[in-house]
């Protein structure tokens, strides 16, 4: 083996390390194996000679290897794709898609044929679940960079209370298992009105954790059921789940008994 320069390259512990393969006569092979242990900034060049003829085997470099994220809701289908794109590449290269398991991929992918103009090459993934209910990784190769596409799972749960009428009652929506914080957050009514802090409703949130937002609506004097939506933006993706306020059926003011029972017994005393 000889470097680009053409130097011999001595077995080297400390930055090359040579594996010469013993000769298998069935099938007419013997293999002798390069390790390098350096850093590479551009494509390099070794030189294989066998019995003084040169052969050349190139180190090839990627300028950056970049996979997207994908956020979904909980409980709904997944219908995505991944996209995984490396640049800073000087010819075409194999891009491969595994799981997180390390198992390859092989159905669902449409290849992006290399740019000479920009030096860059993509891969896209596509991918369809039944439901979704944690973080899913797929893990894009190209050559031994390894670049992590994410489908980022959120999970929207909202309340389902009961209150007595009259009496001040709440809704609340939490947004748990987010990497990425809401860009805006809203609730609507069940004719889809914006709902806004006013006299009656007082709109808030409070972080719960670094992965976990609580939306609240307080709301004074309950006179009816309620099933308001929140709703949320994330990575410019719309998310929503509807909290629910009920008036407890067994509340004192809906008990018309009461007030005819209290004027009886105030007749047959007076």
């Known amino acids: 083996w000889k470097d680009s320069e053409g130097t011999l390259i001595s077995n080297q512990t400390n930055k090359y390390t040579i594996n010469q393969g013993s000769y298998t006569s069935t099938s007419k092979t013997q293999v002798s194996t390069l390790t390098v242990v350096q850093s590479f900034t551009s494509d390099t060049n070794f030189i294989c000679e066998v019995s003084n003829d040169p052969f050349t085997a190139t180190v090839r470099t990627i300028g950056s290897l970049m996979a997207t994220t994908v956020t979904v809701q909980s409980g709904t289908g997944i219908d995505v794709k991944l996209s995984c794109t490396a640049v800073g590449l000087a010819a075409p290269t194999s891009i491969n898609w595994r799981r997180s398991t390390g198992a390859?991929?092989?159905?669902?992918?449409?290849?992006v044929p290399y740019n000479n103009t920009t030096k860059s090459q993509g891969s896209v993934l596509a991918i369809s679940e039944t439901t979704a209910t944690n973080d899913i990784d797929y893990l894009c190769q190209a050559g031994s960079a390894v670049a992590t596409a994410t489908i980022d799972?959120?999970?929207?749960?909202?309340?389902?209370?009961?209150?007595?009428?009259?009496?001040?009652?709440?809704?609340?929506?939490?947004?748990s298992s987010i990497s990425t914080a809401p860009s805006s957050k809203s609730w609507s009514d069940e004719g889809g009105r914006a709902i806004t802090t006013n006299r009656t409703v007082q709109l808030g949130e409070k972080v719960l954790d670094s992965t976990a937002i609580m939306m609240y609506a307080n709301v004074t004097d309950v006179q009816n059921d309620m099933n308001w939506t929140c709703k949320c933006v994330i990575s410019g993706k719309e998310f929503s789940t509807v909290a629910k306020l009920q008036?407890?059926?067994?509340?004192?003011?809906?008990?018309?008994g009461v007030s005819v029972l209290i004027l009886l017994t105030v007749a047959i005393f007076t």
């Open 104 to 111: 390859l991929v092989s159905s669902g992918i449409t290849s």
């Open 153 to 175: 799972v959120i999970v929207l749960t909202g309340s389902d209370l009961m209150f007595n009428k009259s009496s001040n009652g709440s809704l609340h929506c939490n947004i």
């Open 247 to 256: 008036i407890n059926a067994a509340s004192p003011s809906t008990w018309p």
